[in-house]
């Protein structure tokens, strides 16, 4: 199949003819939300309070992409690393109490906020059904007064960049059957991408029926794969700029989202700033002397806010000097940025979800994909500031840890 990079591109662009140039940053971390950006239109809806139903106030989001959320009253669920296993998805996401169990995908957490950590890519072979899954379910929580915000994870900026070393082969065959299906709808990105989740399991079902598909390993196609991962993803083509809508650091109420974990230095290069670096790389858009072609802040080397692991680390291994620097850190962080505490993917915890450092740091990656160590789904609820994990929906909530975090 011919692709037209001008096709691709103008997808993009048209997909976010919406978008603002970047923000000029607050003067100080302190300053009222509405100072600091004009709303996302894609929820220019909530902040004007138009909702199909709900009692609470309306939520109010700043920054493109989303940087800064005000949330009242909301249930606020946090997922974490997911890497292409839509079943293992589907789980959490039933076990948060957001997902029907009936296999129709239907939001059912009615103003609940849900935050997906990031690293959704690799690792497993259904990424865009999970990507599109989040899609159609944070335009069906839009509906009730609820959201759905997703993290780029340093998995997702990876493959933007063209590294494909993670790539499951099955994803690349996703990847020209997702292709082909964007072509038969034409380029109509909003349509088809919140559709492909309906559609994607019968299109594997029909490709691995086919007789060529358990044969010899066949080099044409996995060529093909990786052309069509090339166009979906590279910065600019259509895939990239979903990512693009995504930020990398999210602030909801008084807590922080992040993939691998923020730092005194990124908060005094600026949140918004780095959201909007990596979104206009994404989008194809950066460059030249206003902004580096790869957000290195957030995106290139270990304390990179995708790539951070200091609050992740296993404390056993930390001698005590070592754990009091990396509190007065956190602290530190927290202190700049104006929040409770910090919710981290990235590093699988064989523990399941817990928090360190006086519940400042919850790490929520578990390594749920078979991709990865195959592990029970677990989930982080943050409600009435009081966060507790939720392992089994069975048990609704199976307090293996639970921490308040009073009114200041």
């Known amino acids: 199949m011919q692709v037209n990079q001008m096709a691709s591109l103008y997808l993009c662009l048209n997909s976010w003819s919406s978008s603002s140039s970047p923000s000029q940053l607050p003067r100080r971390l302190g300053e ?95 990424e865009i059904a999970i990507l599109s899954l989040l899609r159609s379910l944070d335009i069906q929580a839009k509906a009730q007064g609820g959201a759905v915000f997703q993290i780029n994870g340093n998995h997702e900026t990876m493959n933007v960049e063209g590294d494909f070393r993670y790539v499951d082969s099955g994803a690349y065959d996703e990847c020209t059957d997702f292709l082909s299906y964007l072509d038969d709808f034409k380029y109509d990105w909003e349509n088809a991408f919140a559709g492909w989740i309906r559609v994607s399991k019968t299109r594997k079902e029909d490709r691995k029926l086919s007789p060529n598909y358990w044969g010899a390993w066949n080099l044409v196609k996995r060529q093909k794969g990786v052309i069509a991962r090339s166009i979906l993803l590279r910065p600019g083509g259509p895939l990239a700029c979903e990512l693009a809508r995504h930020s990398v650091i999210l602030k909801v109420n008084d807590w922080i989202f992040c993939h691998g974990g923020l730092l005194p230095l990124h908060v005094a290069y600026g949140i918004e700033r780095m959201n909007s670096e990596v979104s206009h790389w994404m989008k194809g858009l950066s460059g030249g002397d206003t902004s580096p072609d790869i957000p ?80 029970r789904p677990e989930v982080l609820e943050i409600k009435d500031d009081k966060a507790r994990v939720i392992r089994s929906r069975r048990a609704t909530f199976y307090e293996l840890q639970v921490a308040d975090y009073p009114e200041e």
């Not at 109010?60 to 989303?66: A, F, L, R, T």
């Not at 790539?307 to 007065?328: A, F, P, T, V």
């Not at 505490?341 to 360190?356: E, I, R, Y």
């Open 32 to 126: 009222t939300y509405s100072s600091l950006s004009t709303y996302s239109s894609s929820y220019a809806a909530f902040s004007n309070g138009r909702r199909t139903r709900g009692s609470l106030k309306p939520l109010v989001i700043s920054g493109d992409p989303p940087t800064f959320v005000s949330a009242p009253g909301r249930r606020i669920v946090a997922v974490g690393d997911l890497h292409g296993d839509l079943e293992q998805a589907r789980r959490a996401l039933e076990m948060a109490g957001v997902l029907s169990s009936d296999g129709e995908d239907l939001w059912i957490g009615g103003e609940t906020v849900l935050i997906q950590l990031g690293d959704i890519l690799d690792r497993g072979e259904d």
């Open 296 to 375: 290195f802040m957030a995106t290139k080397g270990y304390d990179s806010v995708v790539w951070n692991r200091l609050y992740s680390r296993d404390m056993s291994n930390l001698e005590d000097h070592q754990s009091k620097q990396i509190l007065s850190i956190l602290e530190e962080t927290l202190q700049a940025v104006g929040a409770k505490a910090m919710v981290v993917g990235h590093t699988p915890q064989t523990a399941g979800v817990n928090c360190k450092y006086n519940c400042s740091i919850w790490r929520v990656d578990v390594g749920m994909s078979s991709g990865v160590l195959h592990s």
